[in-house]
């Protein structure tokens, strides 16, 4: 079908890319090279026709010719442009060097367009910006709603607990109760530590003294050295009395019992000691102690 009469059909009839407003009438297909609906920008009034499409920042040559117009699938032949603006200027000049001038000068204008709002999206991008997000009023509301019912019913809980708890040690309830176990073991639990310290503080204290052995231990020290003085006292009485006592057996002063009595402090005297009292009266008597 010839180009003319595409075009006719599409302007005074109808196009469903047609957007007209009131600044003018622009062409919503993506293919439109200027997105301006008229003769020379209309991709489809147009068998010989090129523009330039973006894919995922990729940038593609787009260019159809009246020999493939019988192929829908291959209508279209498409080329990846480089990412340098030079050398995608050179890839068009290369793929468009005998089609019309009017229509290379409008996708050099495209591409150059192109490639600045991509580098203004990339700064965007880098750009730590700030969002906006909105809160919804009832949602908030219902939130502090909520928040307020639970800690009413965890004062009514406590209270109800505390309560109870009194009426426990009073005994209102008796000896038998069917408590739940979870419960009735935490209440044992913190009776427990209540009761901890006041136990603690009860203990006794143990204390190690020394014992009264020393004291004994020169006493007997004062016993023996007291012999001697007696034996003296009755020499001077007579040689008669001691015959008398020569049987009776006597207690004598050991050796070296001063350096023993140092190293024996605080031990306890496991020996037997025999005292002997004269009298010139009474005779002798014999005193044993241990």
């Known amino acids: 079908m010839s180009d ?6 599409i302007r005074h009839n109808h196009c469903s890319f047609m957007a007209k407003i009131t600044t003018g009438i622009f062409c919503r297909n993506p293919y439109n090279a200027t997105g301006i609906c008229n003769r020379s920008s209309c991709p489809l009034a147009n068998s010989r026709y090129a523009t330039i499409r973006d894919h995922d920042g990729i940038f593609y040559l787009y260019m159809k010719t009246a020999e493939r117009a019988h192929l829908p699938n291959k209508l279209w032949e498409r080329v990846k442009l480089p990412r340098n603006y030079e050398k ?15 229509l290379v000068h409008k996708i050099k204008q495209r591409l150059t367009k192109m490639t600045q709002y991509r580098i203004r999206m990339r700064k965007l991008q880098l750009k730590v910006r700030e969002k906006v997000m909105t809160m919804p009023r009832k949602e908030t509301q219902r939130h502090l709603r909520r928040m307020d019912k ?14 109870l708890k009194e009426r426990l040690k009073k005994g209102v309830y008796g000896d038998i109760y069917n408590y739940p176990f979870k419960e009735f073991d935490t209440i044992l639990e913190m009776e427990k530590d209540d009761v901890a310290p006041a136990e603690e503080e009860e203990e006794e204290e143990v204390e190690y003294v020394e014992g009264d052995d020393e004291m004994d231990d020169m006493e007997d020290i004062e016993d023996f050295g007291g012999l001697p003085d007696d034996e003296d006292d009755d020499d001077n009485d007579g040689e008669t009395d001691e015959d008398d006592l020569s049987d009776e057996p006597v207690a004598k002063k050991p050796k070296g019992r001063g350096s023993d009595l140092r190293s024996n402090i605080g031990k306890k005297s496991k020996k037997l000691i025999t005292e002997v009292e004269r009298d010139d009266d009474m005779g002798t008597r014999r005193r044993t102690r241990m």
């Open 4 to 9: 003319d009469v595409i075009w006719h059909c």
């Open 88 to 102: 995608a200027m050179e890839v068009i000049n290369k793929h468009l060097e005998f089609w019309p001038k009017l």
């Open 150 to 163: 639970a800690e009413k019913a965890a004062q009514l809980e406590k209270n109800i607990e505390s309560e």
